[in-house]
T-cell receptor, first 115, second 113 residues
Framework: DTGVSQNPRHKITKRGQNVTFRCDPISEHNRLYWYRQTLGQGPEFLTYFQNEAQLEKSRLLSDRFSAERPKGSFSTLEIQRTEQGDSAMYLC?????????????FGSGTRLTVV | DQQVKQNSPSLSVQEGRISILNCDYTNSMFDYFLWYKKYPAEGPTFLISISSIKDKNEDGRFTVFLNKSAKHLSLHIVPSQPGDSAVYFCAASEVSSYDKVIFGPGTSLSVIP
């Protein structure tokens, strides 16, 4: 197992375009999380899944954001009509049980730049 | 409003000395605390954690201390090594929502050889 994999590593898009990121968690992990990190800040919680069910969404996740985890495996995060304020590092993480018991395993992130 | 605060954006320590990274929190419902380390171009890596029922947890060179009454925790690294140079995030979660971990802004540690 190579850990949590995120693709692409970098994405540059024009304002108003849609983008989609993919996360492949560690195979035996049933929980998957999306976080966003901007410069000088810690990761901010966006949403998480237990298997295929999306259990919690942050108010940061506006209507332009949607996340899916079909069949409880990989997950996608889509941002529609991107804005310059969406520029950030988008981090995916997974865990086998409750995150607090052993921490998350993070991927290396997808860096989004909206121009 | 930031619930997890790390008031020192950066810290420099000589190799072999102790590094102390501090963290304060405001949410009295937090009862599980974690530290993560992040190298450039990588995702954060879990380092050590502590439950609110404890006041100390140790793992090798890393020790986390929790003072619940002061809503303060600290991470001690002894002895510090150049490979410890990274950004350290303090994080916390509530018993009602263990899967939603709240991170602080991070402290950048530089260990000078």
């Amino acid at each position: 197992d190579t850990g949590v994999s995120q693709n692409p590593r970098h994405k540059i898009t024009k304002r108003g375009q849609n983008v989609t990121f993919r996360c492949d968690p560690i195979s035996e992990h049933n929980r998957l999380y999306w976080y966003r990190q901007t410069l000088g800040q810690g990761p901010e919680f966006l949403t998480y899944f237990q298997n295929e069910a999306q259990l919690e969404k942050s108010r940061l996740l506006s209507d332009r954001f949607s996340a899916e985890r079909p069949k409880g495996s990989f997950s996608t995060l889509e941002i529609q009509r991107t804005e310059q304020g969406d520029s950030a590092m988008y981090l995916c993480a997974s865990s086998e049980g409750t995150a607090s018991l052993g921490g998350y395993t993070f991927g290396s992130g997808t860096r989004l730049t909206v121009v | 409003d930031q619930q997890v605060k790390q008031n020192s954006p950066s810290l420099s320590v000589q190799e072999g000395r102790i590094s102390i990274l501090n963290c304060d929190y405001t949410n009295s419902m937090f009862d599980y605390f974690l530290w993560y380390k992040k190298y450039p171009a990588e995702g954060p890596t879990f380092l050590i954690s502590i439950s609110s029922i404890k006041d100390k947890n140790e793992d090798g060179r890393f020790t986390v201390f929790l003072n619940k009454s002061a809503k303060h925790l600290s991470l001690h690294i002894v002895p510090s090594q150049p490979g410890d140079s990274a950004v350290y995030f303090c994080a916390a979660s509530e018993v009602s929502s263990y899967d939603k971990v709240i991170f602080g802004p991070g402290t950048s540690l530089s260990v000078i050889p």
